[in-house]
Each structure stands twice: as structure tokens, then as C-alpha cells.
């Protein structure tokens, strides 16, 4: 391996290192964030809490839809 060579590799493997600390800092601060404001401490825990609240929003959404289409048949007969 020429010294060109090994110089790139160690800028390269350098850079890769100074991203991978700044992803962490980025997921250690959203942890914290979780933690904070919703008692969440892990991931699993984040993705367990998603995969309810979008369960919720899904049903919610489905009663809109229901009580909207109750709305327009009972008001709205004539402007089909």
C-alpha cells in the first residue's frame, strides 16, 4: 500500500468515525428527549409507543370518515 493510499484511507476512516460519534450524539439526544417528555428509555420502547399512538390515529380516522359519512347522508340528501 503506497503512503497516497494509506493517507486516504485513514482520512476516510476518520470521517466515517466523526459520523458515527454525531449519530450517536443525534439518537443519545432524541433518547433523552423520549425520556423526558413520554418515560421512554429505549428504542423498543419508542417503536412499541409509535406502532399504539398510529394504531389510535387509524381508529380515530376511521370514526371521522364513519361520522362525516353519517353527516352527509343525513344533511346533504339533495346535492348528490
Do not use: C, N, P
Not at 1 to 11: D, F, G, T
Not at 51 to 61: F, S
Amino acid at each position: 500500500m503506497k503512503e497516497s493510499e494509506y493517507k486516504a484511507l485513514k482520512e476516510e476512516a476518520e470521517g466515517a468515525k466523526v459520523a458515527a460519534d454525531r449519530a450517536q450524539g443525534a439518537l443519545d439526544a432524541a433518547l433523552l428527549t423520549l425520556e423526558k417528555e413520554f418515560g421512554i428509555k429505549t428504542v423498543k420502547e419508542a417503536k412499541a409507543q409509535l406502532k399504539r399512538a398510529e394504531a389510535l390515529a387509524e381508529e380515530a380516522e376511521e370514526e371521522f370518515e364513519t361520522a362525516l359519512e353519517e353527516y352527509r347522508e343525513k344533511w346533504h340528501k339533495d346535492e348528490s
